[in-house]
């Protein structure tokens, strides 16, 4: 079984080609961030317009790397939702277009279920049943994964994501787009203990989350300041420990109250070294294990398409087929 992947969700065209037996192919992704920098964020229409330029040379591209002719690709899975719609849409059309030609199966794909399985890309992937925690600019979800297809929302966000939390911290501290990871170089610098912020919701139980308020803290312990100094290094730092803290102490309960023993990190937001630093010591103090996908499929990436497109089509699921594009998609109602 040969799936051809397209991911065209928001600001990055990707393509990728990946075999049941012989795992990843290839992949290729072109990132639009430098056209984005100049308005300190994604715009839809441009983004939707640039994935229209990229997507047939990137397929031809991924194609000629995995020297795989057409005959020998079985489906082409595409994002289908959620993501900005009229991205999704260029992708889905030329993914649907792609299967009549070819006579093929095209298959929509929940971006956030990629994000679910790209750790099934390492060497050392996963078994089924575990935890997730997904992470992203859009997303903060705690997920009990049970199977392909079979996905339960234990806790999320009631307001910004924690990528998104970073993203807006990191445009009061005067840095460019994208701003999470520029954020998270700059507190690398910065001294732990100067600025100590709230650790949202961790004073009550549950397992949902809520960084707007740690947002705005970080806004007042900017105000009146000089952002030339030091100071800023270590507000990133505070606000960085901050996020990476409750997430972690989140992970913790949801291990001990799931009792697995697997804990998955999905999303751009699981690149993050500090994250990745505090999540081992959480596993290890309760003799669990965590995986991380490559910091090249932590963020979108048509790899993670190809994978699922690849175990929906082994598996039979195939219903729904047909051009599809949904911009809000509840992770539960994927089915299977």
């Not at 794909?109 to 089924?128: M, N, Q, R, S, Y």
Request: aromatic share 6%; hydrophobic share 45%.
């Amino acid at each position: 079984m040969r799936v051809l992947g397209i991911e065209s969700s928001c600001d990055e065209t990707a393509v990728a080609v990946y075999d049941e037996t012989d795992g990843l192919l290839s992949h290729r992704l072109y990132s639009q961030v430098a056209m984005h920098r100049a308005y300190g964020g994604v715009v839809p229409e441009l983004a939707s317009r640039d994935h229209v330029r990229r997507l047939l040379p990137l397929v031809r591209e991924a194609l000629a790397a995995a020297q795989s002719p057409r005959e020998s690709i079985d489906g082409v899975a595409y994002t289908a939702g959620p993501g900005l719609i009229g991205a999704l849409l260029v992708g889905a059309g030329f993914a649907t277009a792609l299967g009549l030609a070819w006579a093929k199966p095209a298959i929509g794909i929940h971006h956030l279920e990629g994000h679910l399985l790209a750790p099934l890309l390492e060497p050392k992937p996963p078994d089924f049943p575990f935890l997730a925690l997904l992470v992203s600019g859009g997303h903060t979800q705690l997920v009990d994964v049970a199977a392909l297809g079979d996905y339960r929302i234990l806790g999320e966000t009631l307001d910004d994501a924690a990528g998104e939390a970073f993203d807006k911290t990191a445009k009061l501290l005067g840095l460019p787009y994208p701003g999470g990871a520029a954020l998270a170089t700059l507190a690398e610098g910065g001294r732990s203990g100067q600025f100590t912020f709230p650790r949202p919701m961790l004073d009550r139980p549950g397992l949902d989350f809520s960084f707007s308020g740690l947002k705005t803290a970080a806004l007042v312990a900017l105000r009146g300041r000089d952002l030339q100094g030091q100071v800023r290094a270590d507000v990133a730092r505070g606000f960085e420990e901050a996020v990476v803290e409750t997430l972690a102490e989140k992970c913790r309960r949801a291990l001990v109250q799931t009792g697995h023993r697997r804990l998955v990190i999905a999303g751009g937001v699981g690149a993050n070294r500090r994250l990745r630093e505090r999540l081992a010591a959480v596993v290890l103090d309760l003799n669990a294990e965590v995986y991380f996908p490559r910091t090249e499929f932590c963020t979108d990436n048509g790899a993670m398409i190809a994978l699922a497109g690849c175990m929906r089509l082994a598996a039979g699921m195939l219903h729904g087929l047909g051009m599809g594009a949904r911009a809000n998609w509840e992770l539960g109602a994927i089915g299977v």
